[in-house]
């Protein structure tokens, strides 16, 4: 047998005995559409497809499904053919049993590794797959065969792990190997305790910050004990995409990435890092920020022909449509006079990604709908005063909600 089949086999062995994540048993919640999962098509549609209609009918795999992720995407878009494929029998019985529980009839289950996806002889609009890839022996390999199935102008939502946010895990994960810390509910219940207790300013703490996958024995064993990972910084990240013929189209949640938000747009560097090429500039914003554990992206085909982006300094601008993104709210309280209201994607892990309003950019804001265009919004919003200065303003603080994952932006429908 060789090397390569022996780690595969490891990781299946790890899934198949801690099916992660911890099963759910209620979908309800996504079903009602109170909550979604990350790079969900029923809210983040214009991510993928910026120019098109909004449709329910796609054709979505998930790959590398786990226990629950592929019928809640399954539940909240009905219209939407769901193939899910898992390396773990185990994992997949959890899903099965929410498709039966909930009657979803546009799910299907298949028991495959990613890497022979093309054996489904299919095509899909959209491949979603999330903390698979960076657990694969070969993921440039995996990566490639995801690609295979991927309409030209579809788009992918990945997730893979980074490399500068997850020092302290690798930490952790040295620590266990020197104790020979096993996978066994004995080892990992010592071990549970033992990272309940790590000190605030410990590495890995920015972990428990975000999320909780130290805290349950399923977790612990995926991020601590498991068989064969590895991480990307954002140039290899950017590399590895060119290699397997994909385009990094954006971030999920672009703000932390960007010099323009938060709190290095405050710094002197600011305005020297927006001089780099985008892909530069995430590098070093990676570097800067330092606590990001995960990449969650959006990637296309390299040779799509529909457009992957809005651009709001091209002619036209003014008929774009800003779109809510899913999880902001506006606070209001306890402000200062001159802020008429503070916006924030709760989703957002990163405290200083908030967008104070002025009083005009809040009328802007209030009279945004999701449907009407940016000079439609205008119109709307009672802000009194020159209309080319106030058609600049408006741009630009559009673009600013844009870039602070506030809206997505689309056009042409
Ligand atoms: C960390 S879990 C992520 C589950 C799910 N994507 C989510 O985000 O909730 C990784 C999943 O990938 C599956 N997996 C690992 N290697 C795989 C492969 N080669 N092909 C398909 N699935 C694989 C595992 O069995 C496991 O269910």
Redesign the pocket.
Known sequence: MSTTTTA?DH??EL?ESR???SPERDLDVYRDLQRTVDGSPRFFFHMYWPTAAYREDLEVL?????T??AAKLAIQQPGARVTA????TS?LQCTETLRERYALENLELHEL???RVGELDRTFDLVV????LH??PDPAA?LSALRGVLDRDGAMFLMVYGRHGRAGIRMLQEYGRRLGIRCDDADLSGLLAVAAELPDDHPARVFTARGNDLSNPTGLA?ALLHPQECDYDVPELFEWLGSAGLDHARWFHQAPYLPFCGWPSTTPHAARIATLPAPEQYAALELLRGTMITHAFVATRDDRVAPRAIDLDAEGWESVVPVFFNGCRVDQEGLPPEIAGVLRNTAHLEPDLLVPLTVEQAMLYNAMDGTRTIAEIIAASGVDADPVALAQFAREFFRQLAWSDQVMLRRGM
């Open positions: 595969a990781v299946r899934y099916p992660y994540p998930v790959a590398g499904c786990g629950s992720q494929i898992d390396v773990s994992s590794p990613l890497e797959s999330t903390g698979v657990h694969l995996g995926d």
